[in-house]
């Protein structure tokens, strides 16, 4: 490897390395903040380095070891899965790569002095790509590293987890360039102005109490129920084992917090669809299950939240199942956002050459939801968004827009057997209940069961990868609204059309002087 290689493999490394140590981690459990504050400054400088050639190589290296080290945790679920996310990440970055070399080798003269600025933007652009459509994927993006500080989350309150993005973006781009450039004196006005806006946002977050109208609360009782099943239970003994389980937490529950008005139960808590098997004795075993499990809800006269499998004629739907006392009856909500791979295959890769794969993977074959359901209890609405679905801010905003106040997250990270990836899940948790000023609840078989309060703090919680229960009143307010909740995404949206309006005009250009030789 020829020295300027192996320098620029050097800063790819740490780039990488610092990126993923930022984010929760074996080493890190809940990540360590501090290192996105400078993670970027290699990759920057590397990436100003790179020809428009070698860019997309790099790009790719960069993403498939970023990834790599980000998530080792998906070989749990299969070495195929982690090759193809690592994949998904080498895509993204090369073609991010490429944008970054073009803009330097192209980017108009006269505005040279502010580019340190622009290349931040295409770093925003394509993480915000990377969480959009079939291959979305949330894990990793910068700003979620903030999780645990107050003020980057009430910035998320205006500018979702992309305000907090561009800042740590901002102020890495800036130092890269200090540091190429070797001249600090020169750029003191630039690191004034990035560390007074860093400053501002604390700011934003001591004073904002002072000038917002305190809307009244009212407090819901509820109970969190987390089992430690294993992920591979598949056969009708582990089912009755969970569900005896799963009543025993409920009644020590009820015993701890006699008021309870909200009972809920992680993702597949009851994995035979419990609602079809209660009115059908066509399986015994299934029917005594249900029948006995669908009696018992009803003898508590709570509202009661169940993640379950469910039948509509052929379709089975990962869903949430809830009980109304007042109405002594059932509503379903449908999982609308479907893991690729694992809970749906894409129909555009339903060939025989996949076959291997998709009987590797073990894919469940569940049917996409398309309603999205709003529930009530206690003089309140709430939604349940089922396992991944609440890292897609849009998504959430759809379930605020259709009237939630507070938000019910079950879900099963079992199966990564990881306090990484549960505490990956739960920071984008945080982000949600800031976004949209809405507490979060969440359920999970193994851990991270806790309550976030509406401005994205994690106010109790129980340990992981054990059986229990968490109980206690959560304040809610109703109807409560943010700026992020009004405007949603318009300002990572208005940078990414800027971004691609920007890439054509100048590609015109590029084809201009390069191929017919004239400006």
Same mark, same amino acid.
């Given at each position: 490897?020829?020295? +300027? ?20 981690? /074996? ?27 070698? $860019? ?51 980017? =108009? ?12 933007? #295409? ?8 969480? *959009? ?56 006005? *630039?690191?004034? /102005? ?7 946002? /604390? ?14 609360? $009212? ?26 389980? !799963? ?18 139960? #992680?993702?597949?808590?009851?994995? #035979? ?15 005594? !299950? ?9 003898? %508590? ?7 379950? +499998? &469910? ?28 893991? =690729?791979?694992?809970?749906?295959? @894409? ?37 349940? =968004?089922?396992?991944?679905?609440? $890292?897609?801010? #849009?998504?959430?905003?759809?379930? *605020? ?37 809405? @507490? ?16 994205? *703090?994690?106010?109790? %919680? ?11 009143? !959560? ?5 409560? &609204? ?20 920007? !890439? ?16």
């Amino acid at each position: 490897m020829k020295r +300027n290689n192996l320098f620029d493999f050097i800063l790819l490394l740490f780039s990488v390395i610092f990126l993923s140590l930022s984010q929760p981690s /074996f080493i890190f459990e809940d990540g360590c903040s501090f290192f996105a504050w400078f993670a970027y400054i290699p990759f920057f400088i590397l990436s100003s380095r790179v020809s428009i050639r070698a $860019s997309f190589l790099w790009g790719a290296a960069f993403g498939f070891l970023f990834c790599a080290f980000l998530c080792p945790w998906l070989s749990e679920f299969g070495l195929i899965a982690l090759f193809f996310v690592c994949g998904v990440f080498a895509f993204y970055n090369s073609i991010l790569f490429f944008m970054l070399a073009f803009f330097k080798k192209s980017f =108009p003269e006269r505005f040279s002095g502010c580019f340190w600025i622009f290349r931040v933007l #295409p770093v925003l652009a394509i993480e915000y790509l990377r969480t *959009k459509e079939i291959l979305a994927f949330s894990y990793g993006v910068i700003g979620y590293s903030q999780w645990q500080i107050p003020a980057f989350l009430k910035l998320s309150s205006i500018f979702g987890v992309w305000g907090v993005s561009f800042l740590i973006l901002l102020l890495n781009s800036l130092l890269a360039e200090i540091i190429s450039e070797r001249n600090l004196r020169d750029n003191l006005k *630039k690191i004034a /102005f990035c560390l007074s806006l860093v400053f501002s946002v /604390f700011l934003f977050e001591i004073f904002s109490p002072y000038f917002s109208v305190k809307e009244a609360s $009212s407090p819901i009782s509820f109970a969190l129920i987390q089992n430690a099943s294993s992920a591979s239970s598949r056969n009708i003994s582990d089912y009755e084992r969970d569900s005896l389980l !799963l009543q025993k937490l409920t009644d020590d529950a009820f015993a701890s917090s006699q008021n309870t008005e909200l009972v809920v139960w #992680p993702e597949t808590a009851i994995v #035979p669809d419990f609602l079809y098997f209660s009115k059908s004795s066509s399986d015994k075993r299934r029917h005594e !299950l249900s029948d006995n499990l669908v009696a018992y809800i009803k003898s %508590k006269n709570r509202t009661f939240v169940i993640g379950t +499998n &469910h039948r509509e004629g052929q379709k089975t739907f990962n869903s949430a199942a809830c009980f109304s006392p007042e109405e002594q009856e059932f509503e379903v909500y449908y999982k609308n956002n479907l893991v =690729p791979f694992t809970e749906y295959w @894409p129909s555009f890769l339903d060939f025989d050459f996949f076959a291997r794969i998709k009987a590797a993977l073990n894919c469940e074959g569940f049917e996409k939801g398309s309603e999205v359901k709003v529930f009530a209890t206690g003089g309140f609405n709430f939604a349940v =968004p089922i396992c991944f679905e609440d $890292s897609f801010s #849009p998504f959430v905003r759809r379930m *605020k827009k259709n009237g939630a106040d507070f938000f019910v997250n079950i879900s099963d990270d079992a199966w990564a057997s990881s306090e990484a990836a549960r505490n990956m899940h739960l920071s984008m948790s945080a982000f949600r209940a800031a976004e949209y000023s809405s @507490p979060f609840m969440r359920s999970t078989i193994d851990g991270k069961t806790c309550v976030i309060d509406s401005n994205g *703090k994690v106010v109790s %919680k129980i340990s992981s990868v054990t059986d229990g229960f968490l109980c206690g009143n !959560l304040e809610v307010v109703k109807n409560s &609204h943010t700026v992020y909740f009004l405007i949603g995404d318009i300002f990572i949206i208005l940078i990414t059309i800027f971004v691609f309006v920007l !890439l054509l005009i100048l590609s015109v250009g590029f084809v201009k002087v390069n191929v017919y030789g004239r400006r």
